[in-house]
């Protein structure tokens, strides 16, 4: 039995128990054990190099973006702790700051904190760690890079931490990287059920490298019938799509190359198929609008830098005035003497093709010009399906539709439109109206020149600027113009695409070159059955 003086004693120590056991702890125990990130800069700050890596790996696993500037100024022998109390600091130019939040620590004095060495295999651990953790950077290029480097290493141990990462992703660029390299890494995993969803994964995506991982894993899966079929399966579905995908790839090139022919041709359909002209020195008026814009880029750069993302759209009018004067004086004084002469015409305009290409040579040197493209225009938008678009193409094939429609706009809806058709249907009776038919002709024949400079811009951003710039596109434009109907803008469009499609779907089994003569046979062959074109139009040179 307990006696009764004893009593008092229990009690006592019982309260003291009671006392110890709500006592608060020493905060840094409290903090580490209730913070993993606290605990594993506590191992940081340990100073031996294994308890260093150990911290460097714990901070990785925890996939925290606070963890890397701390991690690259430990790389940096920036990383420090206070002599004080050994709280973790970052050493910078403008004073220490606080490993863990941030905030400013005093003192200033350098000397009051003692660095944290590193060593060889401190600074491995930090290049793996770095890799992963970048992955929550808040910069879209780092975060790029680290699902790359992901993808690259393919190490089992890093799945939880790219899962975590591509379920956070909001960028669909690194979502879709992210997405191989989680497939990818599904593929090290030594459980069955985890390579399968890899396979899956990489099945349902729509990348040469997707393919290349599943033929790699086919080839060594012999033994694992399962995972066999499964890859087949994958692959059966992934070789559909990318079918697909560069069918698209395909009809997109074609419409690139379509607007590229579109823009060359409506100055030529308005100067060969309403007027009924054959300019074989259109090419050079193209030639001249690229080289305006290079004028214009230059002096912009020397005189305005700050309008640089805007020189191409200041280009576009002074190109368009520039052809369209030379235009002008070539048709008052040359050839509206050769009305209803188109062989005389062909020579002359040849030959002078001929003489301007020498002069720009004279004038620029025969070498080539380079005019860069604004930022809007740089880069390559990617679309779902693995299909990659370039802006400056993308942009190329708007700016030849609002050509085009500006010209069926100025044709149908002004004054000079309205006397351009009444001149081109019928010569006399739009004389004894009052219609100046001589400057109409001249004004015409301006304002085809000058959508060719229009073109000029267009090609800078795509071709060399040189001297014989537009004599490529000059047969192409000229098929064109008759294969759609001559005189006829719709036609003109319509014609464009087709043979650009035709040109890109007959590339890879023909060659650019053959392809071109298969093309040319077929427009011979069709204007044998349809000699007016897809849409014919009346005028004064079909009549006559």
Not at 98 to 127: M, S
Not at 208 to 220: D, G, I, K
Not at 295 to 302: F, G, K, S
Request: with cysteine; charged share 15%; hydrophobic share 55%.
């Amino acid at each position: 039995m307990i006696k009764l003086r004893t009593l008092p004693t229990i009690a006592l120590l019982a309260l003291a128990m009671l006392i110890c056991s709500l006592a608060p702890r020493p905060a840094t125990a409290q903090g580490a054990a209730a913070d993993p990130f606290a605990a594993a800069l506590e191992r940081l700050a340990g100073g031996d190099f294994g308890q260093i890596v150990e911290g460097i790996n714990a901070l990785a696993a925890l996939g925290d973006a606070r963890a890397v500037p701390i991690l690259r100024a430990l790389g940096d022998n920036a990383l420090a702790k206070r002599q004080s109390d050994q709280r973790l600091a970052i050493l910078r130019d403008d004073g220490p700051i606080d490993a863990a939040t941030g905030t400013r620590l005093e003192p200033a004095d350098r000397a009051a904190y003692a660095p944290i060495g590193i060593n060889n295999r401190v600074r491995v651990a930090l290049r793996g760690a770095l890799g992963r953790l970048v992955l929550f950077s808040p910069d879209d290029a780092e975060r790029l890079a680290a699902a790359q480097g992901v993808y690259r290493s393919r190490a089992a141990e890093n799945l939880p931490l790219i899962e975590r990462a591509y379920a956070a992703e909001r960028n669909p660029r690194i979502k879709a990287q992210l997405e191989l390299a989680l497939a990818a890494t599904r593929l090290m995993s030594p459980d069955a059920a985890t390579r399968r969803a890899g396979v899956d994964t990489l099945g349902a995506s729509s990348s040469a490298e997707a393919r290349a991982l599943l033929v790699e894993t086919r080839a060594a899966a012999n033994s694992d019938a399962e995972l066999v079929a499964a890859v087949d399966r994958a692959l059966a579905s992934l070789d559909f799509r990318l079918q697909i995908a560069s069918a698209a790839q395909t009809f997109f090139q074609g419409l690139s190359l379509g607007s590229v022919l579109l823009l060359a041709a409506i100055g030529l359909a308005i100067t060969f198929g309403v007027m009924g002209v054959i300019n074989m020195a259109h090419g050079e008026m193209v030639m001249i609008g690229a080289y305006a814009t290079y004028l214009v880029q230059e002096a912009i750069r020397a005189w305005a830098p700050g309008l640089a993302d805007v020189s191409i759209l200041i280009a576009i009018p002074a190109a368009f005035l520039s052809a369209g004067a030379f235009g002008f004086v070539l048709e008052r004084g040359l050839i509206r003497h050769l009305y209803g002469r188109p062989l005389e015409t062909l020579l002359m305009t040849f030959g002078l093709g001929m003489i301007v290409q020498q002069a720009v040579r004279l004038a620029f040197g025969a070498q080539n010009r380079e005019v860069s493209s604004p930022t809007w225009m740089q880069g390559t938008i990617a679309l779902p399906g693995g299909i990659a678009i370039t802006q400056n193409r993308l942009w190329i094939i708007v700016f030849g539709l609002a050509v085009l429609l500006a010209t069926v706009a100025v044709i149908r809806f002004t004054r000079f439109g309205l006397n351009m058709r009444a001149v081109t249907q019928n010569r006399p009776i739009a004389a004894t109206m009052g219609i100046p038919t001589g400057r109409v002709d001249a004004m015409t024949f301006a304002f085809g020149s000058g959508i060719a400079g229009m073109a000029g811009v267009a090609l800078s951003q795509i071709d060399n600027v040189s001297p014989n710039l537009g004599t490529g596109y000059i047969i192409d434009s000229f098929m064109v113009v008759v294969f759609g109907g001559v005189g006829n803008l719709a036609g003109t469009l319509v014609g464009a695409f087709i043979l650009g499609i035709v040109n890109k779907v007959l590339e890879p089994y023909a060659g650019a070159v053959l392809g071109k003569i298969f093309v040319l046979v077929a427009i011979i062959l069709f204007i044998q059955r349809r000699p007016r074109g897809l849409f014919a139009l009346r005028g004064r040179f079909v009549e006559s």
